[in-house]
Structures are given as structure tokens and as C-alpha cells.
């Protein structure tokens, strides 16, 4: 299960693609293939979030695994980096690892002067 928490002890990827023009929906149908057949195979593989902006532009890959280690262990598999080359073809990447430092979650009350619901209907 996908959890976003400061408590959540995991190590997360944050990788962000820059797609080359109408490349953005063969990305995400190739990360999606990669991940079901290959990639949350690897013991300490927890969660992926696959999010497109609206423009079509980018991809991000919000990965979360249980530790650093098991990260790294993924990546010296000599397959992996194959896999990782095919996604080249569609985008240039930055992939980073993050932990989380702040989660704010819920409703709450409106900034001063503003009233809820204002503005709907």
C-alpha cells in the first residue's frame, strides 16, 4: 500500500522524466510493463506512484523501497540497467532518492478572508 508519512520508514525515488514531444503515454505504458513484470519483483520494493503532468512534457516516478540497501541491491542486478536504458528512449531522467521530512493532510480552515465554498454554485 502507497503511504506518504514521516513515520513510513522507507527510502523514496523521485524520478523525473523530461519526455521528448508526444512520447509521454509510450513512457508511462513502458514504466507500467517494467514495474509489473520486472521491477517490484526485487525484495524491499514497496510502492509506485506514476503521475503525467497535464501538458504532456513530464513524467514522475514516486518509488518507494524499504531501504537504501535494497535500492542499491536493485541496481547492481546487471539487468537492471537495461531496463532503465529503455526509458531513455522516451525522456531524459533526473532520478533522486528523498526521505520525507513533512506531510500535511485533511481540510482545514480557509485562509483569512476567504470563505469555504466560495465561488461554487
Same mark, same amino acid.
Request: hydrophobic share 40%; charged share 25%; proline share 6%.
Given at each position: 500500500m502507497i503511504e506518504i508519512s514521516v513515520r513510513n520508514e522507507v527510502v523514496t525515488l523521485v524520478n523525473v522524466?523530461?519526455?521528448?514531444? #508526444?512520447e509521454q503515454e509510450a513512457l508511462l505504458d513502458y514504466l507500467v510493463k517494467d514495474v509489473q513484470e520486472y521491477?517490484? &519483483?526485487?525484495? #524491499?520494493?514497496? !510502492?509506485? !506512484?506514476?503521475?503525467?503532468? &497535464? /501538458?504532456g512534457t513530464s513524467v514522475v516516478n514516486y518509488?518507494?523501497?524499504?531501504?537504501? /540497501? /535494497?535500492?542499491?541491491?536493485?541496481l547492481r542486478d546487471p539487468r537492471t540497467q537495461t531496463h532503465l536504458q529503455g526509458a531513455n528512449e522516451f525522456a531524459d531522467t533526473e532520478p533522486h532518492l528523498y526521505e520525507v521530512t513533512y506531510c500535511e493532510n485533511g481540510a482545514r480552515a480557509p485562509p483569512s478572508g476567504i470563505t469555504a465554498g466560495a465561488g461554487q454554485p
Open positions: 522524466y523530461r519526455v521528448r514531444p #508526444g521491477f517490484r &519483483l526485487f525484495p #524491499g520494493f514497496v !510502492s509506485v !506512484s506514476l503521475h503525467k503532468s &497535464l /501538458d518509488a518507494q523501497w524499504r531501504s537504501v /540497501d /535494497d535500492f542499491e541491491s536493485m
